[in-house]
């Protein structure tokens, strides 16, 4: 059974930094999927965060462009979302979410919480 396992959520602060971390375990073909971050903060809907495919073209939303970066170990089975110069806006639970097609799979991690308070 594959599982997805996040880490590395916490309370920061304004314009602080953190990294979340996302290691896969079981039996996965690791290459075939696509990577990602989504968020999900109270009362909105979910979010693509970023994701990245095993050839390192990566995706981010407008909202985090050139504050994150996202990456893969393809030897660790992690992918890690560095998140900088976080705002309160950046609050929510992140999951990781691992994906691809033929045939299609769609796998999440539990979620872990950021918090971005003074």
């Known amino acids: 059974q594959v599982r997805l396992v996040e880490s590395g959520g916490g309370l920061v602060q304004p314009g602080g930094s953190l990294r979340l971390s996302c290691k896969a375990s079981?039996?996965?073909?690791?290459?075939?999927?696509?990577m990602g971050w989504y968020r999900q903060a109270p009362g909105n809907q979910p979010e693509l965060v970023a994701d990245?495919?095993?050839?390192?073209?990566?995706n981010y939303g407008d909202s985090v462009k050139g504050r994150f970066i996202i990456t893969r170990d393809a030897g660790r089975l992690t992918v890690t979302l560095q998140m900088n110069g976080l705002t309160p806006e950046d609050t929510a639970v992140y999951y990781c979410?691992?994906?691809?097609?033929?045939?299609?799979?769609?796998?999440w991690g539990q979620g872990t919480q950021v918090t971005v308070a003074s």
């Open positions: 979410n691992a994906r691809r097609t033929a045939p299609n799979k769609l796998l």
């Open positions: 990245i495919t095993d050839s390192g073209n990566t």
């Open positions: 079981g039996t996965l073909y690791f290459s075939l999927y696509v």
